[in-house]
């Protein structure tokens, strides 16, 4: 499955697992989010209902570009810097290209939606 991430000057491309999780997410598209910067590691909005986290592992060692669910919080977490080890954290997907202009989106309204 893939979706799209709409800002006010550009969109992103990401491609969705095949998982409960990532089925769970596609599910609620389209979706209006607001990023906001968490740790300048990733950009993080509440989902408006927790995901199914079955099968899921209990944790990932997030990389630039995933996109993925925090189970604990029930928030969206896109990462455009690498991070460790996260007990909780569910991938959902990841960017194709760049992570890297989501780092200077703060507070920035997004639209995610599925690509038919």
């Known amino acids: ?17 095949g998982s409960a999780s990532g ?17 300048r590691t990733e950009k993080i909005a509440d989902l408006p209902q927790r995901l199914s ?26 990462f455009y810097r690498d991070f460790g080890y996260s007990r909780g954290l569910v991938r959902l997907g990841r960017l194709e290209g760049s992570a890297e202009p989501l780092a200077k989106l703060d507070g920035a309204r997004v639209r995610i939606e599925l690509i038919p």
């Open 1 to 17: 499955m893939k979706i799209r991430i709409v800002t006010a000057d550009r969109s992103l491309i990401a491609v969705l697992e």
């Open 23 to 39: 089925r769970a997410f596609a599910a609620l598209l389209p979706l209006e989010l607001t990023l906001s910067d968490y740790n």
């Open 53 to 78: 986290t079955e099968d899921a592992p209990e944790g990932v060692e997030p990389k630039a570009g995933d996109i993925a669910y925090y189970a604990p919080w029930g928030n969206l977490a896109i």
